[in-house]
């Protein structure tokens, strides 16, 4: 809705103070009401190898915890130059997928863009690990591993309210210089743009992270990790090192033959003594410094 300026002045000079208020309390519920609802786009991330083709995927919902898929929604990829690599429609359930093939090594970014008059919303990012056959990996969890914070409290406390746990950012960038490191979170994947807004904010090193999402993955967490772990070593046979706080965390790694390393949350400190044989359990960050360098 929009009225000529001398239009509208004519009207509110016409009005008395209460009659004024309320036409312009209407007037910007319907200027509130006109405009695009806000929406969501996950892209999620990958690693890949050199020359081969790889499945960018999105997905696109409405926004908030709780938000509905939105199928037949154009989304559109752009490289780093600003070069479109594809686009698409979204399916029933949100999700969008496109073949892609990165000739460089290193780390890529992608970016999709979501076109609609109805909704809008912030482009999202994938990474991409391109990477050699012999790369170096290592899995890190992220509730109650490198951020000190129950997953419960970190849905209703702003990234700035939320501490890393002592000594993570720098140890991880350390352990950066010889391995990817590949963040691996029980989280869901709509929490995927704080989530990588608050490890940029705290100085973690750049890496790709997986979401959980319970409509496509297996509800138990220790099983989608280990099963995103098998993934990934199909191709990548150095994935040595796996860091958490759970025994779930230390069964999925030593199921995949990495070193675990247990930093143990308060709520998983009473099931020490199941965790499994050769998982090391220790109480600091700095332990982790002295084990691994």
């Given amino acids: 809705m929009v009225l000529p300026q001398q239009t509208l002045l004519t009207t509110l000079k016409n009005f008395s103070n209460l009659k004024r208020t309320s036409f312009l309390l209407c007037l910007l519920f319907l200027v509130g009401c006109s405009g695009p609802k806000q929406a969501q786009i996950t892209a999620y991330d990958q690693i890949t190898l050199p020359n081969e083709e790889a499945t960018l995927q999105v997905k696109v919902r409405s926004k908030g915890l709780f938000g509905k898929n939105l199928k037949n929604k154009k989304v559109s990829f752009f490289d780093s130059t600003e070069k479109k690599i594809g686009e698409g429609i979204t399916q029933k359930n949100g999700t969008l997928s496109i073949r892609y093939t990165p000739t460089q090594q290193g780390f890529l970014k992608v970016e999709a863009r979501l076109h609609s008059e109805k909704y809008s919303a912030t482009p999202s990012t994938h990474l991409l690990r391109v990477a050699k056959p012999d790369t170096k990996f290592l899995v890190v969890d992220i509730d109650n591993t490198i951020s000190d914070i129950s997953p419960i409290l970190m849905l209703v406390n702003e990234n700035i309210n939320i501490p890393p746990v002592k000594g993570a950012p720098e140890t991880l960038q350390q352990l950066s210089k010889e391995h990817t490191i590949i963040y691996m979170t029980g989280r869901d994947d709509v929490l995927s743009p704080k989530t990588k807004a608050w490890l940029k904010r705290n100085g973690f090193p750049e890496g790709p992270v997986f979401f959980w999402d319970f409509m496509r ?17 199909r191709k990548f046979q150095l994935i040595q090192i796996g860091i958490g706080n759970s ?3 230390a069964a999925a790694y030593i199921a995949n033959g990495l070193q675990a390393i247990i930093l143990l949350s308060p709520e998983e400190k009473n099931r020490a003594n199941r965790l499994p044989r050769g998982a090391k359990k220790v109480n600091s960050w700095q332990e982790i410094q002295q084990l691994l360098y």
Avoid: F, H, N, W
Avoid at 217 to 224: A, E, Q, V
């Fill in 247 to 249: 025994v779930g965390d």
């Fill in 217 to 233: 993955t297996p509800l138990s967490k220790k099983k989608y990790k280990s099963e995103l772990i098998e993934l990934i070593g």
